[in-house]
């Protein structure tokens, strides 16, 4: 049985800063390509970057330069550092594999960017 328990959502001003944390409980993480994907009102849910094993990114244009994913295969937990915030930002984040496993998805940390 595999859980993602996504973390570090918050309320953040335009401009600011965040770091989500992933954490994989009963899982073979160190496996996985890992994604982090978001949701915002009314949209479906897209992906906004993804790591390899190795530590291989990349990002949807959307966020390419503002955002980065990191890992740490011996903790099991995947990090999404958020800066230079804008309100289009705003949605629920969600960890999982790529591609997806419907299984996997957590309940995700809310990220709402609003001055």
């Known amino acids: 049985q595999v859980q993602l328990v996504e973390s570090g959502g918050g309320l953040v001003q335009p401009g600011g800063s965040l770091r989500l944390s992933c954490a994989a409980v009963?899982?073979?993480?160190?496996?996985?390509?890992m994604g982090w994907y978001r949701q915002a009102p009314g949209k479906q849910r897209e992906l906004v970057g993804r790591?390899?094993?190795?530590?291989?990114?990349n990002y949807a244009d959307s966020v390419k330069g503002r955002f980065t994913i990191s890992r740490d295969n011996a903790k099991n937990t995947v990090y999404l550092q958020m800066n230079s915030l804008k309100s289009e930002d705003t949605a629920v984040y969600y960890c999982?594999?790529?591609?997806?496993?419907?299984?996997?998805w957590g309940q995700g940390t809310q990220v709402t960017v609003s001055s």
């Open positions: 999982n594999s790529w591609p997806p496993r419907r299984d996997y």
């Open positions: 009963g899982s073979i993480f160190s496996g996985y390509v």
């Open positions: 790591i390899t094993i190795g530590g291989s990114t």
